[in-house]
């Protein structure tokens, strides 16, 4: 009983870091986006190379929050998790 | 004016006392190395786990712990303290030393950098945003020696992160408390709770933000490793004798990520905490506010720049 609870409750837990790490997509698609129109920018106006590159990547990074929620809340979920559910399990089958 | 007193560059006194803050560099992250060796449980393969916990210190509410986050960022502060009593040891106005050149530049940048940034109502705190800088930027690079990076702890950005709320915070109760708790109705009182939960979210994104990123490399880093070590395991175990045990393939290509991961994110991440600081503590200040305050007893007004 207690092993096939356990064998669901990670099984679910890999599962919901796996959903968790959807939010990759957004800053993916937006760091792009910020990318491609620095290119343009930069084409443009080569000699406004460096400014466009340094707002540039302080706005990726900006832009990357989002994701790194998702990722802490995966890593939360693989490391974390386990541990403190494992006890909860414990003390509810017994 | 007086004649000013050139240091004896080569004199013997002037070249202990350097050797003295090389040293005062250096040791703290050797003794961190040492107690790392010391109190590291010996395990088979990689663990990804959070800081070690060296010691509790029994105290009244709840037990005082004493982990690899603090003891780190404590050697990093004394090496970073050593570094710059090192580039300001004999300090003239001609520069004898080559090093006063490079203390020289790292001043002028940050000043620059704070008063472009923050106006000049804020040029003082320079020192102030160059020291988040330098002990966020060597804490993620001290991970290079193979100690634990203390902003990889979500303590230590949440630390960091809450100092700088409370300096918004001050700020934005210069222009009157009432001001600050009318603005948070504003443009429609159903908007009350959002902004409320606006002005927590920006400490928490900085925490986060900056803890996501250490740890994100330092998670991969160490999934790249534990992969290199069963890929070597299974294409040179063939090998005789303790040749077989030697992870042939983690010596340098693990560096090549590294590169990215630890280096330059590790950089990036604190040039952007304290751009951040500069921007949220700089848009804080309610400038109307403030100087109709002043303008009621008599003060001069303030302006940004």
Redesign the interface.
Known sequence: MLELAMGIMLGLLGLGAGCAMIAGIGPGIGEGNAVAKACEAIGRQPECKSDVTSTMIMGCAIAETTGLYGLIVAILLIFVAPGTFTGILKDAIK | MTEERVPDVKSTRFRMTDYALIAMMILPILACLVLKVLFSPETEGIS?AGAMIFLEVPAPVMPLIITESQVNSWAVMISILGLCLYLTHGLTAKAVCKRQLAAEWIVEKSEKLVRDNMGGFFKEWGPFITAIMGLSAFSSLICLVGLFSPTGDVNVTFGWAILVFFLIMYYKFRGGIWNYFMGLFKPIPVFAPMNLIGEFATPV?MA??H???I??GA?ISALIGGALTGLTRSLLGFLPGFLGDIPFLRIGLPAILSIYFDVFSGV??A??FA??TMLNVAGAVPWDDWNKRRERRGKQALSPN
């Open positions: 990804i994104s986060f933000r803890y996501g990123n740890l994100s998670v990036m991440q040039f952007i751009m951040l």
